[in-house]
């Protein structure tokens, strides 16, 4: 079953941080099954607080999700974003295709 991460930036900090975090994190993709839905689009929110950003990954299952947020280097890379930015990271099942 498809499995998905999205990751609400809430508040910017350090953009020089998050410059470091975006050139690392587009590098710890590796052969890991990964495909953007979105990526800090236009977005508008209409419960709830608002975000500065949004990001939708998508993955096989649940266990590729894990395995990529998890692998040595995303791990190196969110180190970066820790510094640069407030975010909420969610992973969610998407529903058996019918």
């Keep these: 079953m498809s499995a ?3 990751l609400i930036r809430d508040r910017l900090r350090d953009e020089e941080a998050m410059a470091r975090y975006a050139a690392a994190a587009g ?3 590796g052969d890991h099954p990964v495909t953007a839905l979105a990526f800090y ?3 508008e929110v209409r419960e709830g607080a608002d975000a500065d950003g949004v990001v939708i990954l998508s993955f096989p299952d649940m266990d590729a999700a894990k395995a990529w947020y ?3 280097e995303y791990t190196a890379a969110r180190e970066h974003r820790f510094q ?3 975010y909420r990271v969610i992973f969610v099942e998407g ?3 019918n």
Aim: no cysteine.
């Design 4 to 6: 998905y991460i999205i």
């Design 27 to 29: 590098g710890a993709r």
């Design 41 to 43: 689009g236009a977005h």
């Design 70 to 72: 998890d692998s040595p």
């Design 84 to 86: 640069a930015a407030d």
């Design 95 to 97: 529903v058996p295709a």
